[in-house]
């Protein structure tokens, strides 16, 4: 059964850091791409940052660049998410997908809230 479960959402202020992380299994974790996604309240799905299978390709959002950081460790079939300088238009609830040749799966979700 493939499962991925996201965890280290929370409440933070304005310039405040957290790290979501994905834990996958029932799949070859490391023949998947692995992404997070993020939805806003009234919003679409956002990509946010994208990590290829080997973890040596890395994409990010504009609006994220500098302040995010994906990873993964393949030995632990888990992708990370560093989030600095966090901001109020970060509030959202964070998606972890796993993608390869058409395929893909999802996480549950985590809420990741911004405010002082």
């Known amino acids: 059964q493939v499962r991925l479960v996201e965890s280290g959402g929370g409440l933070v202020q304005p310039g405040g850091s957290l790290r979501l992380s994905c834990a996958a299994s029932g799949f070859t974790f490391s023949s998947f791409a692995m992404r997070w996604h993020r939805q806003a309240p009234g919003k679409e799905r956002e990509l946010v940052a994208f990590?290829?299978?080997?973890?040596?390709?890395?994409t990010y959002a504009d609006s994220v660049k500098g302040r995010f950081t994906i990873s993964r460790d393949n030995a632990k079939n888990t992708v990370y998410l560093q989030m600095n300088s966090l901001e109020p238009d970060d509030t959202a609830v964070y998606y972890c997908?796993?993608?390869?040749?058409?395929?893909?799966?999802w996480g549950q979700g985590t809420q990741v809230t911004v405010s002082s």
């Open positions: 990590i290829g299978g080997a973890g040596d390709y890395k």
């Open positions: 997908n796993a993608i390869r040749s058409g395929v893909m799966y």
